[in-house]
C-alpha cells in the first residue's frame, strides 16, 4: 500500500521550495546584488540540506552502509552553511536599512562565521569529531543512524550563536524601520516584510534547537515537529528575502510571486502522482522529479535565451528576450525605491528656466533661491533622481524598457492615473508617465513661436523632441536630413528647405559632445520641475489622508 512518511512529506516539499526560491529571486532581480546572491546562496543550501536530509532518513536508493555513510558525509556542510548564509543576509538586510555602517559586503563577525562553517564543515567531513560514522548503522526502514561524538557540543553552540545574531539583525532593522515609518511614509512598504522575516527567523530558531539538543540530548521529540518549525520559519525567511530584496529595486513581486509559486506546485504534484500511480515512487525518484521540474520551470525563459541563439540572429534575440522581461515585468507593481524616496525627501529643487540653465549649470544663482547653493543639495540622491529622468526619457520610445523604471511608483503618476479613471497596473502607468514627459518636453518649446527654430532659445527643446518623440537620433538627423533634401530636389515645385529640415539641417552641424550637454541641462530642467510637482503633490495627498479628528476639545 502507498504510503507517505510525513517527515519525509516536508523535506520533499522544502527541498522543491527552496530550490524555486533561490532561482526565483536570481531571476526577477533587475540587477544582481550581494542580497540577491547570498539570499540564494542560502536557500540553495538548505535545499540541499533538505534533500540529504531525505536521502539519509529514508535510504531507498538501495545504498550499503559505506554508501550511506560516505553520503552523510558528502552533505555534512549543509547543516551548517545555511546558518552561515542566513547570517550574512541579515547583515545585508539590516546594512540595507541604515543601521550598519560599513560600505563592504563583509564585515569581520560574517567572515568569522564563515570561516567557522568551513573549518567544521572540513572536520565533520573528514574525522569522527562531531559524529561517529564508524559505528553507523541502520535501523527500521532503512534510516541511517549515526551517533554523536562529544564534539558534538560545538555544532550546537555554532547554530545557537547565528541563529541568535540572524535574530537579533532582523529584529533590530524591523524596529529601525517602524521608527523611520513614522517621518518616511515610504519605509512602510518594508515593514511588513521584515516582520515577516523576523517571525521566520524565530521559526527558524526554533527549529534548529529543537533539532539539534533533540539529537544532543536524546530527547525523543518528535522530529516532525522540529521539521516543521524550520521549514515554516525557512519558509517566511525566504518570502521575505524575495519581497525585501526586490522591494528595494522597486518591484511589488507578490502577484508574479504567488503565479510562479502555484504553478510549479501543481507541476510537481502531478509529476509525484504521477509515480505514485505507476507504482514508482520512492524518495530518491521523487526527489530527482520534482528537483528537475523546479529547475526546468523557473529557469525557462534562461534556457530559451540559450537555444534562441541557434535559430535567430543577433537582433532578434535580443527582440526575444526583450520581449520576455517585458511579460515579467508586467506582472509586478512599481513601487517607491529607497534612492528614490531619499532624493525627494531632501526638499525641493527649484527648476531653473531654460534660459538660466547654464548660470545653473554653473552653479550661479540663476535659479537658486538667497541663501541657497548647489553644494548644499544632497548631490548623490539628486544625481540618481536626475539619472532616472534622464532613462525615462530615453526609453519614450521603448515601452519594454520603461515599464521598469521606478518613476513609475510617483505620486504624481497615481494621481494622474487616477484622473484618468484607468485601471492600476504598470501598463497604464507607462502611459500616463509616458504622456507627462512628451508633455513637459513640449513645455521647453520658446513660448510665443508657432513654428520651429533653430535659435539658442530653440536648443533643448530641439535636442530632446526630435530624438524621443520624435525617434530622430543624432546620428540618424544625417540620414533623414538627406531623404528629405532628395525629396525636395526631385518635386516639380522648387520649395524653399521646410522647417524640419532646418532643424535637422542645424542639429547635424551641431558636435555631439554639445548634443549632449545640451541633453543633458534639459533633462535635468526636467527633472527638477518632476521633482518639485511630486513633492507638492505628497503635501496634497499627505492632507487628504490625515484623519478627521472626533470631539476636538476646545
Known amino acids: 500500500m502507498f504510503y507517505l512518511d510525513p517527515v519525509m512529506v516536508v523535506k520533499l516539499a522544502g527541498f ?65 552553511l545555511p546558518t552561515a548564509f542566513w547570517f550574512h543576509m541579515s547583515y545585508l538586510i ?18 568569522l562565521v564563515y570561516v567557522s562553517a568551513l573549518i567544521l564543515s572540513l572536520v565533520g567531513t573528514f574525522s569522527d569529531a562531531f559524529l561517529d560514522y564508524t559505528h553507523s548503522f541502520f535501523l527500521q526502514a532503512n534510516h541511517l543512524f549515526t551517533d554523536i561524538s562529544p564534539g558534538y557540543i560545538l555544532i550546537v553552540i555554532y547554530l545557537l550563536l547565528t541563529t541568535l545574531a540572524s535574530f537579533y539583525n532582523l529584529l533590530n532593522a524591523w524596529f529601525n524601520v517602524r521608527g523611520q515609518s513614522l517621518s518616511r511614509p515610504t519605509s512602510l512598504v518594508l515593514v511588513r516584510q521584515l516582520r515577516l522575516l523576523v517571525i521566520g527567523s524565530f521559526l527558524f530558531m526554533l527549529g534548529a534547537a529543537w533539532l539539534s539538543s533533540n539529537f544532543y540530548f536524546k530527547l525523543n521529540f518528535n522530529e516532525l515537529w522540529g521539521n516543521l518549525f524550520l521549514l515554516s520559519g525557512l519558509i517566511l525567511l525566504g518570502y521575505g528575502v524575495a519581497h525585501f530584496s526586490l522591494l528595494v529595486e522597486g518591484q ?75 511579460a515579467t515585468a508586467i506582472a509586478s507593481q512599481p513601487t517607491p525605491v529607497q534612492e528614490l524616496a531619499e532624493a525627494l525627501e531632501q ?92 508633455q513637459l518636453i513640449e513645455n521647453l518649446r520658446p513660448v510665443g513661436s508657432e513654428t520651429g527654430g533653430t535659435g539658442d532659445a530653440w536648443r533643448y527643446y530641439n535636442v530632446l523632441y526630435y530624438p524621443y518623440v520624435r525617434e530622430i537620433s543624432h546620428k540618424g538627423a544625417l540620414l533623414e536630413l538627406r531623404r528629405l533634401q532628395n525629396e525636395r530636389r526631385l518635386s516639380s515645385k522648387r520649395e524653399e528647405p521646410g522647417e524640419v529640415e532646418r532643424i535637422l539641417e542645424w542639429l547635424v552641424d551641431v558636435d555631439e559632445d554639445t548634443f549632449y550637454k545640451w541633453q543633458r541641462r534639459a533633462s535635468d530642467t526636467i527633472a527638477a520641475i518632476i521633482r518639485e510637482q511630486e513633492l507638492k503633490q505628497r503635501v496634497v495627498t499627505a492632507e487628504f489622508s490625515l484623519p478627521i479628528p472626533t470631539n476636538p476639545r476646545i
Open 16 to 80: 522543491g521550495g527552496f530550490l524555486w526560491l533561490g532561482l526565483y529571486i536570481v531571476s526577477r532581480a533587475v540587477q544582481q546584488t550581494y542580497l540577491t546572491i547570498v539570499s540564494m546562496l542560502g536557500m540553495l543550501a538548505m535545499a540541499f540540506f533538505l534533500f540529504s536530509s531525505a536521502m539519509i532518513g529514508s535510504n531507498t536508493a538501495g545504498l550499503e552502509l559505506e554508501g550511506g555513510v560516505l553520503l552523510a558525509k558528502s552533505f555534512w556542510w549543509a547543516n551548517l
Open 94 to 111: 539590516r546594512r540595507q536599512v541604515g543601521l550598519a555602517r560599513k560600505k563592504t559586503s563583509l564585515y569581520w563577525p560574517v567572515g
Open 347 to 438: 526638499g525641493p529643487l527649484p527648476a531653473p528656466a531654460p534660459d538660466n540653465l547654464e548660470r545653473t549649470e554653473m552653479g550661479l544663482d540663476g535659479g537658486m533661491p538667497s541663501g541657497q547653493s548647489r553644494a548644499e543639495l544632497p548631490e548623490i540622491t539628486k544625481k540618481k533622481f536626475d539619472d532616472l529622468v534622464r532613462k525615462a526619457i530615453t526609453d519614450l520610445k521603448n515601452p519594454p524598457q520603461m515599464i521598469k523604471s521606478p518613476l513609475l511608483s510617483l505620486a504624481t503618476v497615481d494621481a494622474r492615473l487616477g484622473e484618468s479613471e484607468l485601471e492600476d497596473n504598470r501598463l497604464n502607468r507607462v502611459a500616463i508617465l509616458r504622456e507627462w514627459l512628451i
Open 252 to 326: 511589488d513581486i507578490q502577484r508574479d510571486f504567488i503565479y510562479s509559486l502555484t504553478l510549479n506546485v501543481v507541476v510537481c504534484l502531478v509529476y509525484v502522482t504521477a509515480l505514485s500511480l505507476t507504482g514508482a515512487y520512492s524518495s530518491l525518484n521523487a526527489l530527482v522529479v520534482v528537483g528537475l521540474a523546479v529547475l526546468s520551470h523557473t529557469t525557462f525563459d534562461f534556457f530559451r535565451e540559450l537555444w534562441d541563439k541557434f535559430f535567430f540572429n543577433r537582433p532578434e534575440q535580443a527582440a526575444r528576450s526583450e520581449a520576455r522581461a517585458y
